[in-house]
């Protein structure tokens, strides 16, 4: 029996959902984004899927990932198109129908209206107001809301949007410790560094230590993290990795 | 019974492996080249997943998604530092064993002597000489080269070095018709081109018709791309829908 209760993870999974990522034609921003702003509150993003707006794929893909992770969260295919189907997909992954939002609907009519949009426009945009019953909204500060069921939060594709999304939401997500990172880098290859890395590594194994090559102004290196949720650790792990290197001689480098 | 046989289509899943790609420490530009690179060849990437360097993960995912796709290409992790353990994973999912390739591992000891590297150094830096049994060499004109086994392809996931890789690996690759897209801009709400873009869509089912919003120098607009394979039905869709946005009165631009 151990004397500390072991902290339990929280974990998320981010599904990013749009044929144009899976094409290469648009470089997704999102995943990146929404693994800081989680990390903040204490969620690891273990895993990211790109699938495609196929209505089997997706609905597959939710009841798999919201069964496997603490948090799932979407982006992409909420727009008023046709081939914006993610609303209708997360309804039947849930088994649960698809309604027209009363809030979603006035806001999305006092727009049209503010605007003079013809009726048969203002009736397609009400495409943006469908979500599965039961579902809670995702306030924005531009575009229309996203919403949530169960663990699943939906949220729009353009980064902008997305952004405002993640960031109202965030503080209302539990959470455990957040995990911090520490870097360094240094003007040697990874394979100068890799032994004594790996001893550094199994003597701290609450800590992840991971080590990136970069090429900076032509000149070749590497960057070492540190990442773990103990801030005394992390200081002192770092200034492990920092003896370490000077002991090899290296020149060190701040880095992010 | 059909008089002409549908083209199978040639499918590949995108595994991208890294801790700093799911912390949004590092933001992956590996997947938009790769799907591009492998469109040219008629190969359709229709899932990438970002996994953990984790080995039950990797080892599990790999089993499946070869199991699923037609190609599966893996970025990441065959550095030569402790968190690099794709060749390993790699192995374990094919069951055979991880072997030490003598063309990589003299390429590696060429490399080594001629900048004058510490024996131990040079022991290290041979991790990056693992392979499965069995396993053939992906080329690079950077950094230690890849490997293929079955329909898996390892590549690494420095954005140089990887592209190094594909563009030498591609024209190796057997595909189908490669998928080509035309696309237009036009300054309208995509509520407004939504239902005759439906209709488009509907009359076309061989073709993927898909709407993306855009915002430029402050005017919101949309932007509509039709994908396919038949370069005179892309033509003829694209007249269908540039008439569709002059009959709504819109103001249409090019857009790639």
């Not at 943006?128 to 531009?142: F, H």
């Not at 590594?201 to 609450?206: L, M």
């Not at 032509?218 to 492990?240: F, M, N, P």
């Amino acid at each position: 029996m151990s004397s500390v209760a072991p902290v339990k993870p929280v974990t998320a999974c981010v599904l990013i959902i749009g044929n144009e990522i899976l094409s290469g034609r648009t470089q997704d921003v999102n995943l990146a984004f929404i693994a800081r702003s989680l990390n903040e509150r204490g969620i690891q993003v273990r895993e990211a899927r790109t699938i495609p707006d196929v209505e089997a794929v997706i609905v597959d893909t939710l009841r798999s990932v919201s069964a496997s992770f603490d948090y799932v969260f979407t982006t992409g295919g909420i727009g008023p198109t046709h081939d914006d189907i993610t609303a209708e997909c997360v309804a039947k992954a849930f088994s649960v129908p698809l309604i027209t939002h009363p809030d979603i609907a006035a806001r999305i009519r006092r727009y049209a209206e503010q605007r003079g949009l013809a009726p048969e426009v203002i009736e397609t945009s009400l495409r943006m107001a469908r979500v599965p019953e039961g579902a809670g909204l995702i306030d924005t500060e531009v575009g229309a809301p996203g919403f949530n069921i169960g663990n699943v939060y939906v949220m729009a594709g353009i980064p902008a949007v997305m952004q405002s999304m993640i960031r109202l939401l965030a503080p209302k997500l539990t959470g455990a410790m957040p995990v911090r990172s520490r870097s360094i880098g240094a003007y040697v290859g990874e394979s100068l560094v890799a032994e004594p890395l790996r001893a550094i590594q199994d003597r701290h194994p609450t800590m992840d230590v991971g080590s990136y090559p970069f090429s900076e102004e032509g000149r070749y290196g590497t960057t070492l993290v540190i990442r773990g949720t103990d801030e005394a650790q992390l200081e002192s792990v770092l200034g492990e990795i920092r003896d370490m290197l000077v002991s090899l001689g290296a020149e060190t480098i701040a880095r992010e």
